[in-house]
């Protein structure tokens, strides 16, 4: 197996474990606590930073900043800026965004079915 650093991966990885790449692709993709959540959370709509902050609750404003700079660097979130005063930035589902949410929503429906249950 080859070493996924920030570079990406190898090229012989990629050429002779095609099948196995897309998987470690993926999941080098998705890696991140919050992740997950975030897109989750923007399949619907766009939404402010202070939204997501909201909804993600005690994450920390360094964390979530860097995992929405993660996210826009793999072209999976868009990230508008507003000309106003405090700016204003909205984050969206890019179309590669979009095409993980089946990947989300099949690990929603998992959860329902597999998770605990509530009394």
């Known amino acids: 197996m080859t070493r996924i650093c920030k570079d990406g ?11 196995m790449y897309g998987i470690a692709y993926t999941q080098n993709i998705l890696s991140g606590r919050w992740k997950y959540l975030i897109l989750w959370f923007l399949k619907t709509k766009e939404r402010r930073y202070s939204e997501i902050k909201a909804f993600l609750g005690d994450i920390s404003q360094g964390s979530l ?13 868009n990230r508008k800026v507003y000309p106003e005063v405090p700016p204003r930035v909205e ?29």
Request: charged share 40%; net charge negative.
């Open 9 to 19: 991966f190898e090229r012989e990885f990629i050429r002779e474990e095609r099948e």
């Open 65 to 77: 900043t860097k995992q929405l700079r993660e996210l826009e660097k793999d072209g999976l979130i």
């Open 91 to 119: 984050y969206s589902l890019t179309s590669k965004g979009v095409s993980f949410m089946p990947i989300i929503d099949l690990m929603e429906e998992l959860g329902k079915k597999f998770g605990e249950q509530p009394e």
